[in-house]
Nanobody
Framework: VQLQASGGGVVQTGKSLRLACAAS????????IGWFRQAPGKEREFVAA????????TYGDPVKGRFTISRDNAKNTVYLQMNSLKPEDTAVYFC???????????????WGRGTQVTVSS
């Protein structure tokens, strides 16, 4: 499966962005999708994940209550709605796919290119 993340940009503190992760290729397989982010000089960090059905979601502590992950399987797309953005949310955001619903980056089999999110203070 191929993944393409989009929707990044430059926003001010407190504003919102919505990222999208579009899947192509083996979309008939039931993949869970995770979002991760990586800031310069830092390790890749778990942001959120959603099961194939959308019935299960999980979030990293820094984004709980501000970010919402959702999916539209008819469009083969997963979304990450990011509200109340902070400068510390600045990073490259990646989406990844795996057959299992997971939080660990090392466990994901497929990765897309990232999209840059910059939050100015």
């Amino acid at each position: 499966v191929q993944l393409q993340a989009s929707g990044g940009g430059v926003v001010q503190t407190g504003k919102s962005l919505r990222l999208a992760c579009a899947a192509s290729g083996r979309t008939g397989t039931r993949y869970a999708i995770g979002w991760f982010r990586q800031a310069p000089g830092k390790e890749r960090e778990f942001v959120a994940a959603i099961s194939w059905s959308g019935g299960s979601t999980t979030y990293g502590d820094p984004v709980k209550g501000r970010f919402t992950i959702s999916r539209d399987n008819a469009k083969n797309t997963v979304y990450l709605q990011m509200n109340s953005l902070k400068p510390e949310d600045t990073a490259v955001y990646f989406c990844a796919a795996d057959k299992q619903f997971r939080r660990g980056a090392a466990q994901y089999d497929y990765w897309g290119r990232g999209t840059q999110v910059t939050v100015s203070s």
